[in-house]
């Protein structure tokens, strides 16, 4: 299936990162902004998209957290970016050489920044982007401050708001944030 043609209207969005790299801990990647993140600068903006639901029950941050709030971000060591700048109506109009040239660019990120966890929200997509197509979600066996997790998107529907705030906290502890705040 060909990608759609890019809706003009439609722009990346900025990634949420302290000011200072050092106090990042954990990064989290998603695959590519949607439509409301695209229209609002804001990441995970989505109403049915799940992840910040589950960042609030994860215990990572200190109160209720919505996409107004992701500033707040920083503040707590946790930063946000996507594999693909490019925002679509839905992650599988994105094609495999934008989540392995994503993949390429997050690595180097990651080389250059140290995150001391990055977390890929998508299995699929991770594999696919890292060429790795046995990948579990968890820690990767040889890299262990890669993660994968489920995606928050409302598409998603097998995965719960628990089941990714569990994953969210054991990706933060790993990751030295204390998920008791």
Excluded at 38 to 66: C, D, E, K, M
Excluded at 87 to 107: F, I, Q
Excluded at 109 to 123: D, M, S
């Amino acid at each position: 299936m060909p990608t759609p043609a890019p809706d003009p209207d439609l722009q990346p969005i900025d990634d949420v990162l302290p000011t200072r790299v050092a106090n990042l801990r954990l990064l989290i990647c998603g695959i590519n902004p949607g439509v409301a993140s695209a229209r609002t600068n804001r990441h995970y903006a989505g109403p049915g998209n799940r992840f910040w639901p589950a960042l609030s029950a994860s215990g990572l941050v200190p109160h209720l957290v919505g996409p107004d709030d992701q500033h707040l971000l920083p503040g707590w060591g946790i930063g946000m970016t996507n594999l693909v700048a490019r925002p679509s109506a839905r992650a599988t109009e994105v094609t495999a050489a934008e989540l392995r040239d994503g993949g390429e660019r997050l690595l180097a990120f990651v080389a250059q920044h140290r995150p001391v966890v990055t977390a890929v929200l998508g299995v699929t997509t991770f594999r696919i982007a890292f060429a790795q197509p046995t990948a579990q979600r968890g820690p990767q066996p040889d890299r262990p401050d890669l993660w994968v997790l489920d995606n928050p998107s409302g598409l998603n529907a097998h995965t719960s708001v628990t089941a990714l705030a569990t994953a969210l906290a054991a990706a933060g502890r790993a990751a030295g944030l204390d998920p008791a705040r």
